[in-house]
Nanobody, 114 residues
Framework: QVQLVESGGGLVQAGGSLRLSCAAS????????MGWYRQAPGSQRELVAS???????SYEDFVQGRFTISRDNAKKTVYLQMNSLKPEDTAVYYC????????WGQGTQVTVSS
């Protein structure tokens, strides 16, 4: 079955960095677009960054210049490098795989203290 497993979350001080990983299985990873989303308490889930199967990246304005999404097709893994973290980046971060169907991971908590 399809599994997306996120890791790398944690507690970090404002200005710090974290690198999230999402390891996929059960899908043809290289043909899937991948995305990172986040959901803060009381808020809707929102897109953070995405990367197409051909490696084209896109970022929401609130992370532009601070976050970098990348993928390693050989490892079937997508990454989110998060730098200059702010308290408002605190959320559960989810990865999503999209092709003919959508699949989601279980999420990883990121907490940024001020």
């Amino acid at each position: 079955q399809v599994q997306l497993v996120e890791s790398g979350g944690g507690l970090v001080q404002a200005g710090g960095s974290l690198r999230l990983s999402c390891a996929a299985s059960g899908i043809i990873f290289r043909i899937n677009a991948m995305g990172w989303y986040r959901q803060a308490p009381g808020s809707q889930r929102e897109l953070v960054a995405s990367i197409t199967s051909s490696g084209i990246t896109s970022y929401e304005d609130f992370v532009q210049g601070r976050f970098t999404i990348s993928r390693d097709n050989a490892k079937k893994t997508v990454y989110l490098q998060m730098n200059s973290l702010k308290p408002e980046d605190t959320a559960v971060y989810y990865c999503r795989a999209s092709r003919w169907d959508d699949y989601w991971g279980q999420g990883t908590q990121v907490t940024v203290s001020s």
